[in-house]
């Protein structure tokens, strides 16, 4: 069906309207005492994650707004677990955010509005099945997060991260656009189902296809962070307060995900010996500037900066192991729905690691240094062994999902006939382990730099616990969550 079916699209129809009554409900509450907002906006994200997974059982693909808009099984998955993301981070940066000023006065209710706009973005994004609705959501992601991270007006250093992302990504999303452009104009279409068949004919102009192409990939290379166009994470993770690195580096990494999947393997599928060649050299750059430079780090926002972009590699070792011949259509859901899983995986790890990091910062005090972790176990044995669950699972030791997930992506490579990347991909995860296990290291090992109670909320302390345990729980049992990405990519591929 493609007439305006606004049904289809009743999660992000909810989600907007919701918006507008967190934004009108910040005007008359005052934020650092009365959470209003901050009630509100979980009620509504819980909501929004309830509305999206009801949609998860029916098969096929659903089209709304003349094809422009697509409901699958994929696009509820990431949608619930973009929700799931958000909903964690806004519990783990309440406390941190009101302590920096973030919540009250002028700027009460703003971090909240801003926020659920964010996950609005990634939602249209991906359920996006045209280079407009794509861009749209894109932009309304890029434009709240650009305002998150400049949020403390009164801090230079957010101040400078706000400006090199802004900067960094309006020149990325202008990249995207060029490339849009150049292929609607080879194609003649910006709906993914029409670009396939044209590309598929072969009545396209290649070399215009292909200069698209660079400049579509080199984009989304930017969202996910992926090197060699990872120049901005650590500058902004590091710089940004926190609260918002956590929205930065969990939910938009689904989107990116899934405007991957729509744009390179539903609409640009015919072009995969040509973006499989660029994403192996990004995968290979990426698992070795992130593991070499995160070495170095002595800040550990820095230093999970630099693991995310090594992170990548392995999510593009999965993405391009995908084979396009028809035959061999089971082979290419078991890539991409392992893809799927190591990225969904990743997230909820990510945001955990970053959630250690509020438990330990206080007013005046950010806790993003190494020696800031040092005897974390004499101070709190129970989440100095949720943190090391987490950075185990980041390193790929098992029984944590980190590693199940990394498993299921070297097998993907491994069918596809990528030996040489895979043995490179173990030993590149061999180097990672140094810095991950450098932190328990710390935190077992060394007498603590730092000696003041640790201040948090019950619900803090009860959700990153919930976070930690899901880690290992997931890791014994990774079936259900894999077999769900198994039918989520089936069912997508096959529309």
């Known amino acids: 069906m493609t007439e305006l079916n606004y049904e289809l699209a009743g999660a992000e129809i909810f989600l907007a309207v919701a918006t507008m009554v967190v934004m009108l409900a910040g005007l008359f509450a005052d ?15 819980a909501a929004t994650a309830v509305l999206t997974i009801s949609d998860f059982m029916v098969p096929g693909s659903a089209y709304a707004f003349d094809h422009s808009y697509v409901l699958d099984p994929m696009a509820s998955l990431l949608k619930c677990s973009a929700a799931v993301a958000t909903f ?10 009101n302590q920096r000023g973030m919540l009250g006065g002028n700027l009460s209710g703003e971090f909240y509005v801003l926020a659920l706009l964010t996950l609005l973005g990634q939602m249209i994004m991906i359920s996006g099945n ?6 749209l959501g894109l932009e309304l992601m890029s434009l709240s ?9 009164d801090h230079a250093i957010s101040t400078e991260a706000a400006m090199k992302y802004f900067v960094l990504g309006a020149l990325a999303s202008g990249f995207m656009l060029y490339g849009m452009s150049m292929i609607y104009g080879a194609t003649g279409s910006l709906v993914m189902s029409q670009i396939a068949e044209v590309v598929a004919s072969g009545s396209a102009n290649k070399t215009v296809l292909a200069l698209g192409l660079v400049f579509l990939v080199s984009g989304l290379a930017f969202k996910l962070s992926a090197a060699p166009f990872h120049m901005w994470a650590p500058d902004v993770y590091h710089g940004a307060p926190t609260s918002v690195t956590l929205l930065i580096g969990g939910a938009p990494k689904l989107a990116a995900f899934a405007v991957i999947i729509r744009i390179l393997v539903e609409g640009l ?10 994403m192996i050299v990004m995968a290979i750059v990426s698992l070795i500037v992130g ?10 926002k820095r230093m999970l900066a630099y693991s995310t972009i090594s992170q990548m590699g392995f ?20 890539a991409y729905s392992s893809a799927m899983f190591y990225v969904i995986t990743y997230v909820l790890t990510t945001v955990g690691s970053f959630a250690v990091i509020l438990l330990l910062s206080r007013s005046g005090f950010e806790a993003d240094h190494l020696d800031d972790f040092k005897g974390l176990s004499q101070r709190s044995p129970w989440f100095a062994a949720v943190m090391m669950v987490l950075l185990l699972s980041l390193a790929g030791v098992p029984p944590m999902v980190g590693f199940y997930a990394k498993l299921a992506v070297l097998q993907a490579a491994l069918a596809a006939g990528h030996l040489g990347l895979v043995i490179f991909a173990v030993l590149a995860s061999l180097v990672s382990a140094y810095y991950y296990l450098r932190v328990v290291k710390l935190m077992y090992f060394d007498e603590p730099a730092d000696t003041e109670a ?25 079936g259900p969550l894999m077999a769900a990405c198994v039918y989520a990519m089936t069912q997508a591929l096959a529309s």
């Open 130 to 135: 045209s280079f407009l609705v794509i861009y």
């Open 315 to 334: 999510l593009l070792l999965g993405l391009l192991s995908g084979v396009f011949d028809g035959s061999d259509a089971a082979s290419a859901a078991n």
């Open 454 to 478: 640790i201040e948090a909320t019950g619900g803090l302390r009860l959700v990153l616990s919930l976070n930690g345990v899901a880690v290992l729980l997931l890791g014994v049992l990774p």
């Open 88 to 97: 964690l981070t806004l519990v783990y940066a309440r406390q941190y955010s």
């Open 269 to 278: 599928g015919g072009l995969a010996a040509e973006w499989q060649q660029m």
């Open 31 to 45: 934020e650092e005492k009365t959470p209003l907002s901050h009630r509100l906006s979980l009620l509504v994200i």
């Open 291 to 300: 593991n070499i430079t995160a070495i170095a780090q002595t800040n550990i």
């Open 145 to 153: 997060l650009y305002a998150l991270v400049a949020l403390r007006r």
